[in-house]
């Protein structure tokens, strides 16, 4: 069996890192996609799509990009299931990080370095312990 996902996009917005109660970083952040085809209108459409990381991938993200940013993620595709504090059940797809590598230089005064490359490890845990 295979489950392998390849994105490029741009950050729509700023990463964010927490940790899990163990003290194992966690991150997140969301990727602009666009579509391959475009409407019949000639409009192309984007897709958000949720992006988690853990461990160091997680800490170097959260350092070094920023909204905006274009990024490769490769990893693979994650259904999980929850239930809010008002009993709704609710499911949620993303992708859980392997690598992620930077395909531009950060604008200039953001504070951010000129990485241009990463990658990194990809964990199971336990949903109990995602801190988002």
């Given at each position: 069996?295979?489950?392998?996902v390849?994105?490029?996009?741009?950050?729509?917005?700023?990463?964010?890192?927490?940790?899990?109660?163990?003290?194992?970083?966690?991150g997140?952040?969301?990727?602009?996609?666009?579509?391959?085809?475009?409407?019949?209108?000639?409009?192309?459409?984007?897709?958000?799509?949720?992006?988690?990381?853990?461990?160091?991938?997680?800490?170097?993200?959260?350092?070094?990009?920023?909204?905006?940013?274009?990024?490769?993620?490769?990893?693979?595709?994650?259904?999980?299931?929850?239930?809010?504090?008002?009993?709704?059940?609710?499911?949620?797809?993303?992708?859980?990080?392997?690598?992620?590598?930077?395909?531009?230089?950060?604008?200039e005064?953001?504070?951010?370095?000129?990485?241009?490359?990463?990658?990194?490890?990809?964990?199971?845990?336990?949903?109990d312990?995602?801190?988002f």
């Amino acid at each position: 069996m295979l489950n392998v996902v390849v994105l490029i996009g741009r950050l729509v917005r700023d990463p964010e890192l927490r940790y899990t109660p163990a003290g194992v970083a966690v991150g997140k952040f969301t990727v602009a996609v666009d579509r391959s085809f475009t409407t019949s209108q000639g409009e192309r459409g984007t897709d958000f799509i949720d992006v988690v990381l853990w461990r160091r991938l997680a800490e170097t993200c959260a350092s070094h990009l920023g909204k905006g940013r274009l990024v490769a993620v490769e990893g693979r595709l994650q259904v999980r299931s929850y239930e809010t504090q008002d009993g709704q059940k609710r499911r949620v797809s993303e992708v859980v990080a392997r690598s992620v590598t930077f395909l531009d230089r950060p604008r200039e005064n953001t504070g951010q370095t000129g990485e241009t490359g990463l990658f990194g490890e990809e964990a199971d845990f336990p949903e109990d312990d995602i801190p988002f």
